[in-house]
C-alpha cells in the first residue's frame, strides 16, 4: 500500500523566514498534491504536481516533484503568521487522479 | 472554483444515537466522493469510496455496518453513523472528484465535528 512520509512532523519558525517541509513516497507517484489544513476545517488545496522535476509557484510558496517522482518538497520563504497551519501531502499512486493517500502533515507555527 | 459543501460542521449527540452527515458538490456533478476520517493531530484516514448508484467501497478496517453510505445522486454523498459512541467522536471530512479530475484537484468540504457522549 501508498506510505508517504512528511518531514518535519511540526516546526516553528519566526516571522520572515524561509522553510522547507518533505514529503516522501514508497511508490512512484502518476501524482502529488499538497494541501492546507487549519486543525478542525476542510482542506485548502495548494498545489498539483505530475511530471518528475516539475515545480510549481503560487506567492510564497514553492513545491517540487523530483525526477524519480517519489519525493516532493514545499518551501514558504518570508513566512507570515498566515502559513501557519497544517500541511498535507497527499498521493495519487494508481493513476487515477481520484483516490488520495495522505502524509502523516507537518504541523507550522509562525512566531513573531 | 468548484464547491463543496458538508453539513451539519459541528454535532453533538448521545450514545447511540444514529447521525447523518451530508456531502454536496455544488457545481459540479461528482460520480466519485471520499469520506476520510481524522483524529487530533494526525492525518486524513480514508474510510471509503462513496460511488454514485452503486454501493460504496470499504478500506480495511472500517465497519460497512457502523458507516452506512449512500451517493443516490451525482451532487449528494451521505455518511450515517449508526448507533454512535465516544469512540466515534472525531472529525469526518469528505472530498469530491471533479470530472476533469486530471487537471483538477479533489474538493473537500470543510469536515464534521463529531461528539458522542
Known amino acids: 500500500s501508498q506510505e508517504l512520509e512528511q518531514s518535519p512532523q511540526s516546526l516553528i519558525v519566526q516571522e520572515g523566514k524561509n522553510l522547507t517541509i518533505n514529503c516522501t513516497s514508497s511508490k512512484t507517484l502518476y501524482g502529488l498534491y499538497w494541501y492546507k489544513q487549519k486543525y478542525g476545517e476542510g482542506l485548502i488545496f495548494l498545489m498539483m504536481l505530475q511530471k518528475g522535476g516539475e515545480e510549481k509557484s503560487h506567492e510564497k510558496i514553492t513545491a517540487k516533484l523530483d525526477e524519480k517522482k517519489q519525493q516532493s518538497s514545499l518551501h514558504i520563504t518570508a513566512s507570515q503568521p498566515s502559513h501557519a497551519g497544517i500541511y498535507l501531502c497527499g498521493a495519487d499512486s494508481a493513476g487515477t487522479a481520484s483516490k488520495l493517500t495522505f502524509g502523516t502533515g507537518t504541523r507550522l507555527q509562525v512566531t513573531l | 472554483g468548484a464547491v463543496v459543501s458538508q453539513h451539519p460542521s459541528w454535532v453533538i449527540c448521545k450514545s447511540g444515537t444514529s447521525v447523518k452527515i451530508e456531502c454536496r458538490s455544488l457545481?459540479?456533478?461528482?460520480?466519485?466522493m471520499f469520506w476520510y476520517r481524522q483524529f487530533p493531530k494526525q492525518s486524513l484516514m480514508l474510510m471509503a469510496t462513496s460511488n454514485e448508484g452503486s454501493k460504496a467501497t470499504y478500506e480495511q478496517g472500517v465497519e460497512k455496518d457502523k458507516f452506512l453510505i449512500n451517493h443516490a445522486s451525482l451532487t449528494l454523498s451521505t455518511l450515517t453513523v449508526t448507533s454512535a459512541h465516544p469512540e466515534d467522536s472525531s472529525f469526518y471530512i469528505c472530498?469530491?472528484?471533479?470530472?476533469?479530475?486530471?487537471?483538477?484537484?479533489?474538493?473537500f468540504g470543510d469536515g464534521t465535528r463529531l461528539s458522542i457522549l
Open positions: 472530498s469530491a472528484s471533479h470530472p476533469d479530475r486530471f487537471n483538477q484537484p479533489q474538493h
Open positions: 457545481d459540479f456533478q461528482a460520480t466519485t
